[in-house]
């Protein structure tokens, strides 16, 4: 069998880097392009086949089941497993093996919930299979791989080394990475130990390795992105929009803007470069918002200049304030004529007056 019938989709991770949009929804929850992250993954995986999926919960694991049910509406069968202490990757994954209804050789699908990425699904299984492979790994080229694993191959592919996070430019052997995307042979799950913490990354694959399995790496440099920052998750959902990521999931056509149906912008708003505006938010005349996610029931007021930035479900931004790389956390209110610039955090439900944050432009 080429195809992989069933997959695990890590979804524990408390989303700590991207507080305060996890304050009150993990992280696959939060809406990018319109939906929860998490629906785009599982419509991806269904379009390469896959029909079973084990989600290994953990944080706030109580919000994903009442949304996504037994997965009949995305033509899946969902299932879900939650941690009552933290695992850690392979821990997650050999938590949930019991679930699984693949025979011994056949393939399993194992993806992160944070991860945006292109990848060809099928080719990845098909590789898996022509090699033999007891795992293959998604690796993707980086142009700095300092902040990440890397995985060395050989000119078949086969996986070479596991090398974390490199110190010195001698140490940086190859631009391959890690991104977050597995296939196991069913049998090799079980030889993960069980019932206490496993890093697959630190612990399983390099003792795989060293065991004499067979891992196989297959480069797929199509759109990949990390969505652990802010910053990158705004980016992703305005791709999503734009169509550089691809999706079967985005509600809409791709182009400039998605706004969601029960959404009101006024006539003279612009929206651009990916922006989404969500279900019952306001969007005041001459507003201006480019790249930048609006959540459901915000409140954008008149003449506000909004970049790169998100503001959380129930906020409000009032008239004239500029947000440029900034988050609004649910709830919060920013008054007028505020200017709140890169990377700037505004925790859910509080409260910044009229005109009390300004930066002038030579800061």
Known sequence: MTEAREAILLVGGKGTRLRPLTVHTPKPMVPAAGVPFLTHQLARA??????????????LAEVFE????????LGLSLEYVTE????????????????LTSGPDEPVLVFNGDILTGLDIRALAASHATSGADVSLHLTRVEDPRAFGLVPTD???????????????????????????????RSVIETIPAGRPVSVERETFPGLLASG????????STY??????????????????????????????????????????????????????????????GARISGSTVLQDAVVEPGAVITDSLVGAGAR?????????????????????????DGVRVWCGAVLPDASIRFSSDQ
């Open 46 to 59: 269904r379009a390469a086949g896959v029909e079973h999926v084990v989600l290994a919960t953990s944080y």
């Open 224 to 285: 990949w992105l990390d969505l652990g920052t802010p910053q990158a998750f705004v980016r992703g959902s305005a791709d999503l929009v734009l169509g550089r990521a691809p999706s079967p999931a985005v509600p809409g056509r791709c182009g400039d803007r998605l706004v969601l149906p029960t959404a009101s912008v006024a006539a003279g708003a612009k929206l651009t470069a990916g922006t989404v505006v969500g279900e019952r938010a306001r969007i005041g005349e």
């Open 317 to 341: 931004v009032g008239s004239r304030t500029v947000l440029t790389g900034a988050v609004i956390g649910d709830g919060a209110q920013v008054g007028a004529d505020n200017e709140l610039r």
């Open 84 to 99: 009552r202490e933290p695992l850690g990757t392979g821990g997650a994954i050999r938590n949930v093996a019991s679930r």
């Open 213 to 220: 399995a067979h891992l196989q790496g297959m480069v797929d």
């Open 66 to 73: 009442p949304y996504f049910g037994d997965g009949s509406s």
């Open 155 to 185: 000119a078949t592919g086969r996986v070479t080394a596991f090398l974390e996070k490199p110190q010195t430019p001698q140490e940086i052997v190859t631009d391959q990475i890690n991104a977050g995307a597995y296939i196991f042979r």
